[in-house]
């Protein structure tokens, strides 16, 4: 038996589609390749063109976020304590 086959060997609890997906390890390879030459491409491609002025946008987008935050935290607030008491399977009700 190779080397290579015995250190990718599927474990009991593997189904048969993960024992598939091992077999198409060359794939992993190719895609990664194929990633790797997209970052770095965009990379080069992008170096010229002038930048965005994204400051305003990212500020109000994070300020939404916060907002909408705060608007579930006193549900959030009320909610702790029973999870802590009950657990998640407490919450759940009869199924």
């Excluded at 038996?1 to 997906?21: Q, S």
């Excluded at 030459?37 to 500020?59: C, Q, T, Y």
Aim: charged letters at 20%; proline letters at 6%; a positive charge.
């Amino acid at each position: 038996r190779p080397v290579a086959t015995a250190l990718i060997r599927p474990l009991a609890w593997e189904t048969p589609y993960a024992v598939e997906w091992l077999k198409k390890w060359k794939k992993s390879f190719l895609v990664s390749a194929l990633y790797a030459a997209f970052i770095f491409g965009g990379r080069h491609v992008m170096n010229k063109r002038a930048k965005f002025e994204l400051r305003k946008p990212l500020v109000l987008w994070s300020l939404s976020l916060a907002v909408f935050r705060c608007q579930n935290l006193p549900t959030a607030l009320t909610k702790a304590p029973a999870l802590f008491v009950f657990g998640l399977s407490g919450l759940q009700g009869d199924q």
